[in-house]
């Protein structure tokens, strides 16, 4: 069987307090909140997605908010910085909107292309990259429009222990193709137009350690139910562990840990997240899935409310 996935889905990061992260992601970021729900493996807390208008896939940063959490280290088998993509020409807009916010930002260049790189609140690594491919997201938030909107992902750079192995996998197994190297990184290319540039940092890092700023798992893309059961048969054949097919209401996933220690998924296209409320609402409420619908009232009692809110540049 040969496959190809058309690149990444979505990416899941710890964080601390959510309103600090829905104000980071919101109202400094300008993504859209396209699904506010819990973490269906601990329920009493939040799971929050983000992307462009629809949430499409390549568009979706996830984040499991857990407050008072203990800071992670990023390093060796995680995600190591998380790459947005904008529009051509927003590359400035974007380095005075974070200065603006009084967030610290480092430029810096790979293979040709410069970089925005910063810190959430919580430590999270990500940078900003202007491409011309990749649709416009249509979401246009706190003085944020279309051309300069965070359109997606652009990729993402993975601190991997195992780097060939890494590289042979994403070749081989999941069909991207590797298109340079430069210094510490390798660059694979996979076949979608949003979150398709992988880069492999190849210098060591020290051990990453699980926490509030750091990446808990990248998944993959699937096209359909069909495709992603061909997917879990093709890894399993060669001589990966992938997990059962898992519901998560928006998307199914298989999971499984690549031989560079980082957490892989592969998670299917449809349904996405109209699924369950109207476009123009999604986002607003709390949504459980019907298994957890009648522990409602716990679940509520326990998470702390958070709000999209507009920001001004000088309360940040
Ligand atoms: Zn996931």
Redesign the pocket.
Known sequence: MKKATTGI??I?AIVGDPQENVDFCAGILGLRLVKKTVNFDDPGTYHLYFGNEGGQPGTIM?FFPWPGAYKGRIGTGQVGVTTFVVPENAFNFWEQRLSAFKIPVTKDSRFGEDYLQFEDPHGLQLEIVARQEGPKSMWEFNGITQDEAIKGFGGAILFTAAPNQTIELLEEVMGLEKVGQEGNYVRLLAKGDLGNIIDIKLTASPRGQMGAGTVH?I?WRANDFEDHQEWRQHLAENGYYPTDIRD?QYFN?IYFREAGGILF?I?TDPPGFSRDEPFEKMGEQLMLPAWLEEKREPIEDTLIPVTVRELKEDES
């Open positions: 889905h979505h899941t996830t798992h998944a998560r996933a998924e998670a």
